[in-house]
């Protein structure tokens, strides 16, 4: 497939954004496995932010996080006929990228998983000081974040950022539900602690 994906970049053409609303990620698949490259495209510029992220926070190296989402992707167009819909798509998709991730982490010695948290969007009607108050929190979380284990991180990134359940997360991590519900009791518990010690009582909803 001569196609070369980055996390920059239009992913499809304006005129095709009506058919790309209509498509849902399994479709998408079931095109893909039969060689439809506006399929790729489509599921690429769907996804692509969201998995660029997710490689990024466990690589902590932009161009190396760029490669991977390429391999992710031309994975995704060789293996599409094997998709089996046992998960939903994104979670079939955070589990390949997770593979490469700690495949390049063990090439790597000295990556460090880096969890980051999404900035609080600015509420216009915020003033200077709410703004100011809203920045401080957003760095203490981060680094409330920064000072969890490798697995309690990675399970608030996958809970709370892209929003998976508990069977998603077991999926993606390769491990027993259960061991999901310890990580994320304890990585909530650490979390809260921390943010306390921060004069944070807890995040938002």
Not at 9 to 22: D, I, L, M, Q, V
Not at 147 to 168: A, G, P, T
Request: include cysteine; proline fraction near 2%; charged fraction near 30%.
């Amino acid at each position: 497939m001569d196609m070369a994906y980055t996390h920059t970049g239009s992913a499809a053409a304006p005129a095709k954004a009506a058919a790309r609303e209509t498509s849902s990620d399994e479709m998408l698949i079931e095109r893909i496995a039969q060689g439809d490259q506006l399929a790729m495209r489509t599921l690429f510029g769907r996804h692509r932010v969201a998995l660029y992220r997710w490689l990024l926070r466990l690589v902590r190296d932009e161009a190396l996080a760029e490669d991977l989402l390429s391999d992710v992707f031309l994975d995704v167009w060789r293996q599409a006929g094997r998709f089996q819909a046992r998960s939903s798509v994104s979670t079939w998709l955070l589990a390949i990228a997770r593979f490469k991730a700690l495949s390049a982490r063990r090439v790597r010695k000295d990556a460090e998983l880096d969890e980051t948290i999404e900035a609080t969007v600015a509420d216009p009607s915020d003033n200077p000081e709410i703004m100011l108050q809203k920045k401080n929190r957003d760095a203490l979380v981060r680094e409330a974040l920064n000072s969890l284990s490798l697995d309690h991180k990675e399970i608030i990134d996958l809970v709370y950022y892209h929003e998976k359940s508990v069977d998603e997360c077991a999926q993606i991590l390769g491990v027993p539900s259960g061991t999901v519900k310890t990580r994320m009791f304890y990585a909530r518990k650490a979390l809260a602690e921390l943010l306390k010690s921060q004069g944070i009582d807890g995040l938002a909803a």
